[in-house]
C-alpha cells in the first residue's frame, strides 16, 4: 500500500460517520388518503340503499315512524355505515403495509382540566364561526329519532367509531409519515367531509381539529371519544328542544347580550388557538413519532 493510499485510508477514518437513515415509509400517500375517504363515504352510500332497499321490501316508510321508531332505524343505519367503514378502511391500511395499533387508549397522559378546556373551546369557536356557519345552506339531514337507540347511535356509537376511524387510523397513518401537524390538519378534514353537507363539513372539521389535538396532546382515544360524547350530547339537546337552528343572537335576546357573549368566545377561541398550535408546534424533533403506549 502507497503511502498515498494510506493517507487517503486515514482522513476517510476520521470523517464522521453517518448512520444510515430509516426508510421512509410509503404508506399513506395522498391516494391512500383519497381512497380511505372513499371508503368511508362509500359505505355510507351503500348502507343508505341497503336501508332504503329494506324500507321497500318491508313497507317500512321511514317518515311514517314515530320518533322511537325513527332512533332505532337511524341506529342501526348509522352502525351498518360506519363499523364496515372502520373494518375496510383498517383493512386497506394492512394491505397497502400500514403498521402500528389502531390508536392509543393512554390514562396517563390526559385529564379532566383539558377535556373540561377543550369544551369550553368547543363552544366558544362554535359562537365565532356561526356568523359564517349562517351564510351556508341549511343542512337536510334525516330525522335523527328520539329515545335511546338515538343516544346510542349519537352519544355512543358515533364518538367511538368516528375517532377510532378518524382519529385512531387515519391521524395515525398520516402522523407516520408527514408529522403531527399536517395528520392533524388533514385528519380534521377527513372527518369533515365524512358528515356531507357543507354546514356539518364546515362544523366538523372545526370540532376535529379540537379533538385531533386532544388526541395527540393526551396520547389517548379514550379523551377524545369522551369529549366527541361530550360535543354529542349537547347537539342532542338542542335538537330536542327544538333549537338546532336556532342562532346564539336569537337565543341571547338582545343585541348587546349578544356582543358580549362574542367577544368572550372570540377572546377564549384566540387564546385557546394559539396555545393549542404553540403545543403542536413544540412538538419538534418528536413530531412524527407515535405516543407512547402507556
Avoid at 329494506?54 to 352502525?79: E, N, T
Avoid at 336556532?246 to 348587546?256: D, V
Wanted: proline fraction near 6%; charge should be positive; charged fraction near 10%.
Amino acid at each position: 500500500m502507497t503511502d498515498k493510499n494510506r493517507a487517503a485510508e486515514s482522513s476517510a477514518d476520521m470523517l464522521p460517520q453517518v448512520a444510515p437513515q430509516a426508510p421512509r415509509p410509503s404508506f399513506p400517500t395522498v391516494g391512500d388518503f383519497f381512497a380511505m375517504l372513499g371508503i368511508a363515504l362509500g359505505m355510507q352510500l351503500v348502507a343508505g340503499l341497503a336501508m332504503a332497499l329494506v324500507g321497500l321490501v318491508c313497507g317500512i316508510s321511514v317518515d311514517a315512524l314515530d320518533p322511537a321508531q325513527r332512533g332505532v332505524w337511524f341506529a342501526i343505519a348509522y352502525v351498518a355505515s360506519m363499523l364496515p367503514a372502520c373494518l375496510l378502511v383498517l383493512a386497506y391500511r394492512r394491505f397497502r403495509g400500514g403498521k402500528g395499533p389502531v390508536g392509543h387508549f393512554a390514562l396517563k397522559g390526559w385529564n379532566p382540566v383539558l377535556l373540561l378546556w377543550a369544551f369550553v373551546f368547543m363552544m366558544a369557536v362554535g359562537v365565532v364561526c356561526e356568523p359564517l356557519f349562517a351564510l351556508l345552506p341549511k343542512p337536510v339531514s334525516p330525522d335523527l329519532g328520539r329515545g335511546v337507540w338515538t343516544v346510542l347511535a349519537v352519544v355512543v356509537a358515533a364518538p367511538v367509531l368516528e375517532e377510532l376511524l378518524c382519529r385512531g387510523i387515519v391521524l395515525g397513518s398520516l402522523r407516520s409519515r408527514c408529522g403531527v401537524a399536517p395528520a392533524w390538519f388533514f385528519s380534521s378534514l377527513f372527518f369533515g367531509v365524512l358528515h356531507g353537507e357543507p354546514l356539518l363539513v364546515a362544523n366538523a372539521f372545526v370540532i376535529g381539529l379540537i379533538l385531533g389535538y386532544v388526541y395527540v396532546a393526551t396520547g389517548s382515544l379514550w379523551a377524545s371519544m369522551i369529549l366527541h360524547a361530550m360535543n354529542n350530547v349537547v347537539a342532542y339537546l338542542l335538537m330536542v328542544a327544538g333549537l338546532s337552528d336556532t342562532l346564539m343572537i336569537e337565543l341571547a335576546g338582545s343585541r348587546t347580550l349578544y356582543v358580549i357573549i362574542y367577544i368572550s368566545a372570540l377572546l377564549v377561541t384566540a387564546v385557546s388557538a394559539w396555545m393549542m398550535w404553540r403545543t403542536l408546534r413544540g412538538l419538534g424533533s418528536g413530531a412524527k413519532k407515535e405516543p407512547e403506549v402507556q
